[in-house]
């Protein structure tokens, strides 16, 4: 009896030693873990959690998710609190070469009714960093309770991911860090009391972003029938620049829209770029990211009736995809080019009008500086955004201007446009000053055959349509005609020519 307790004594000793050297040799392990802000136990986010290896009244983690190329995520910040909490300060890195931070909010979470909340981005001048501080009860203001016990998100950040599809398969981590330079207050929080609890009092568990695979890329492929550089595919890529929640692109047509190969899907250049190798054949990858970007200044006037666009730039221009913001919505028909080769497709999305400018088959506008546009009754409005390719599909860099519009210094009748035209013509004139005008049409015999304004106008351009009719309404002929503007300055006449 005796010798079977020693051997029974003497193997509950070994499982005593093995344990308790097992304890202390993970208590270092998660000690070193959290000093280097670096994960605990891998977690899932969302799910309750049995963080660290010392069980503590407060855990914070982030986000495990995941997307494709290009998209945006909501990311989410969570807490797990068994005590009130009445304030948290947190700093957080991600990689900003495959995520851009574009919003963060507390809305529909946990800190949705904390009084004071505020972020930074690049905080401490670091890339990929995030600052973000919530008060629950600011001083001053109303009485707001602390946060109760219990779990859940605290603030989410909008990410996007980037549209280079050699990021997918990547695993990007999101990690508290902890450079010590607010005096040991990052990732912290407070009691009810305002006492702040430390982080040796707190568990943390980082976070990632996994980029997903997209499948096989087949460059040039957008509309996804398995043949590349169609014209079915240049045609549904030009639908997509016009509205782009009917034509969406999915994650494999993005990374099938790169004609060019810089690395940035779905522009107006792999537009253009993919016209050339449909209409020239070639290189289906141009692979052009490191040549020099060529750059343009775009710019517009506008006056009481209409608005001019130009550009300047040392390279012809292959395509150009404009976004305006107006409540005047923009009618084709009032969209004028100075190129007739170039096509011009408009398109409306709620308040924002997009005109796409390009050529199926191959044509461009000259470099240098040009006035390219005409959008007649445009007056209130903000561009929103200009993209513009060069003739061999590289992304232009543009800066934006607005022209002061400057009275003219005489009078001046344009020429109409169209012309030769049917059924309907515009004619422009301006004026120095406030002055009576008289602009009318006369047939090749001198006769008169309709007054178009006969009014007191002021300075500045001015415009006015004839349909071909005479002063009764009725249809005139086919053949020349003249429109001559009277003034007290001078009489000036130019001639047109109606074709039905």
């Not at 409306?348 to 461009?364: K, Q, V």
């Not at 004619?427 to 090749?444: C, G, K, M, Q």
Request: charged letters at 15%; glycine letters at 8%.
């Amino acid at each position: 009896m005796i010798s079977v307790w020693r051997k029974v004594s003497l193997t509950r000793f070994g499982i005593s030693l093995w344990f308790a050297l097992l304890i202390v040799a993970t208590t270092l392990m998660a000690g070193s873990a959290l000093a280097n802000g670096s994960p605990v136990i891998p977690a899932k986010a969302g799910s309750q959690m049995q963080l660290g290896f010392e069980a503590t009244n407060y855990s914070l983690s982030l986000d495990v998710d995941s997307a494709y190329p290009g998209d945006a995520l909501s990311y989410q910040i969570y807490l797990e609190n068994i005590e009130a909490v009445a304030s948290f300060d947190l700093l957080i890195n991600y990689d900003p070469s495959v995520l851009s931070a574009i919003g963060l909010t507390t809305e529909q979470t946990r800190a949705a009714d904390f009084e004071y909340f505020t972020y930074s981005y690049d905080a401490d001048n670091v890339p990929g960093n995030i600052r973000i501080s919530g008060i629950a009860d600011e001083p001053g203001g109303s009485i707001v309770s602390p946060m109760p016990a219990g779990s859940g998100a605290i603030a989410e950040i909008e990410f996007q991911v980037a549209g280079n599809i050699a990021f997918q398969g990547y695993m990007v981590p999101v990690r508290f860090v902890f450079p010590g330079n607010l005096g040991g207050k990052d990732n912290t929080l407070t009691d009810a009391s305002g006492t702040r609890i430390e982080t040796s009092l707190i568990n943390y568990t980082n976070g990632s972003v996994q980029v997903l695979k997209i499948g096989d890329v087949n460059i040039g492929d957008i509309n996804l029938n398995g043949l590349d550089f169609e014209i079915s595919d240049a045609i549904y890529f030009s639908n997509f620049y016009m509205n782009p929640y009917e034509y969406s692109l999915n994650p494999l047509q993005m990374a099938n829209s790169d004609i060019n190969g810089d690395y940035m899907a779905a522009t107006i250049a792999d537009l253009v770029a993919l016209i050339n190798v449909i209409v020239n054949g070639g290189s289906s990858a141009l692979r052009i990211a490191d040549d020099e970007v060529p750059v343009a200044t775009f710019s517009y006037e506008t006056s009481d009736i209409s608005t001019l666009l130009s550009y300047e730039t040392s390279t012809d221009v292959g395509g150009l995809l404009i976004s305006i913001v107006t409540d005047q919505p923009i009618d084709p028909a009032t969209v004028s080019i100075n190129d007739a080769d170039m096509s011009v497709t408009v398109g409306r999305i709620g308040n924002e009008s997009r005109i796409l400018i390009y050529s199926f088959d191959g044509h461009t506008l000259p470099s240098g500086k040009q006035t390219f546009l005409y959008i007649d009754g445009l007056t209130e409005f903000t561009i929103s955004s200009v993209s513009m390719s060069s003739a061999d599909g590289r992304l232009v860099d543009i800066s934006l201007a607005r022209k002061e519009v400057v009275l003219p210094e005489k009078v001046t009748l344009f020429q109409n446009y169209p012309n030769p035209f049917n059924p309907e013509t515009r004619i422009d004139f301006s004026l120095p000053e406030t002055a009576r005008v008289r602009l009318a049409v006369f047939n090749l015999l001198g006769r008169e055959v309709n007054v178009l304004i006969d009014d007191v106008m002021p300075a500045g351009v001015h415009s006015s349509a004839w349909d071909g009719s005479d002063q009764s309404g009725q249809a005139v002929a086919s053949g020349v005609y003249y429109y001559r503007l009277e003034s007290k300055f001078e009489n000036v006449s130019c001639k047109m020519v109606l074709l039905k």
